[in-house]
């Protein structure tokens, strides 16, 4: 018998209650209770130690940008290559070719990210 009725749903409300509860207690309670000293060297933004200089705005040239997403893009493609690995002998043949096509299609891509000259670091 399955059968869905309000009080099937008590332990998870009541445990959603109490969470929410807990945040809303402990947000007030530091608030209470935490310190209240306002200065400029505890307003100054703190970055792992290291003294804050300048302007955060500074340019930073898109070839790192353009790196990174090439990274995430290309790790996230290979990343399809372990189940197949796993696999591979029961998929035989047919998953052989598909895998070929993969990397056909992703060697591809490389090559013309090469051709282009986007990996190429001397040329600005």
């Avoid at 955060?56 to 898109?62: G, L």
């Avoid at 990343?79 to 591809?108: C, D």
Wanted: charged share 20%.
């Amino acid at each position: 018998m399955n059968s869905n009725l309000p009080q099937d749903f008590q332990p998870i409300l009541i445990q959603f209650l109490l969470a929410i509860g807990f945040v809303v207690f402990t947000i007030i309670i530091t608030h209470v209770l935490g310190p209240r000293l306002k200065n400029k060297r505890k307003e100054d933004p703190f970055e792992c130690g290291i003294e804050s200089v300048g302007d955060a705005r500074t340019p930073i040239s898109v070839r790192y940008f353009l790196i990174a997403i090439l990274f995430v893009l290309f790790d996230v493609e290979i990343i399809f290559m372990y189940p197949w690995a796993v696999n591979f002998k029961s998929l035989g043949w047919f998953g052989f070719m598909e895998m070929l096509f993969f990397v056909t299609f992703l060697m591809a891509g490389f090559y013309y990210i090469v051709k282009k000259g986007v990996l190429d670091w001397e040329k600005e």
